[in-house]
């Protein structure tokens, strides 16, 4: 009786872990499903290859070393990191700091004027902060008049 419950829990660890690695494996016959989801001959077969892996006592990460080796990286949902990737990986971080510089290069000039910096020069004095601002009231265009978000926001809340 315990042999046989031994055997039962054997089977459901063997089944929870097929499953899992199954999950994070492309079909590469379908391409958008895994191999869990797919009923292609290729991802039976593969399922099957991965039972028998794991009853043969191979680790999980064997296994996906294995797939890899056999069909190539794209067979893996999730790509390793190394050099032929890490633009894939760091394009997110690339795109947000290009962001944040644009952003705090507007924010930037929008404080310091050039025509303020001039006058401070021709008049060999700094201007007082209420000349400064005078000035920046008088030279600074005016916020574009088309349609932006804060604009329809200010409008809805009924400014």
């Excluded at 080796?69 to 394009?91: C, H, I, M, N, R």
């Excluded at 510089?101 to 050039?114: D, F, M, P």
Aim: aromatic content about 6%.
């Amino acid at each position: 009786m315990e042999n046989k419950d031994d055997d039962v829990k054997k089977a459901q660890i063997v089944e929870a872990r097929a499953r899992n690695i199954s999950h994070n494996v492309r079909c590469t016959e379908c391409g958008s499903q895994s191999i869990e989801d797919s009923q292609a001959d290729i991802a039976i077969l593969l399922r099957k290859l991965i039972r028998d892996e794991i009853r043969a006592g191979k680790s999980d990460k064997d296994i996906y070393k294995k797939l890899e080796e056999d069909y190539g990286e794209t067979v893996l949902y999730a790509p390793k990191f190394d050099l032929q990737t890490a633009a894939l990986w760091l394009s997110p971080l690339l795109v947000a700091g290009g962001a944040a510089g644009i952003w705090a290069y507007k924010k930037h000039r929008q404080k310091t004027n050039v025509h303020i910096m001039a006058l401070n020069l021709v008049r060999g004095v700094p201007l007082t902060p209420k000349e400064k601002e005078t000035m920046l009231d008088l030279l600074t265009p005016p916020p574009p008049r088309g349609v932006s978000p804060s604009s329809l926001w200010n409008r809805l809340r009924g400014r």
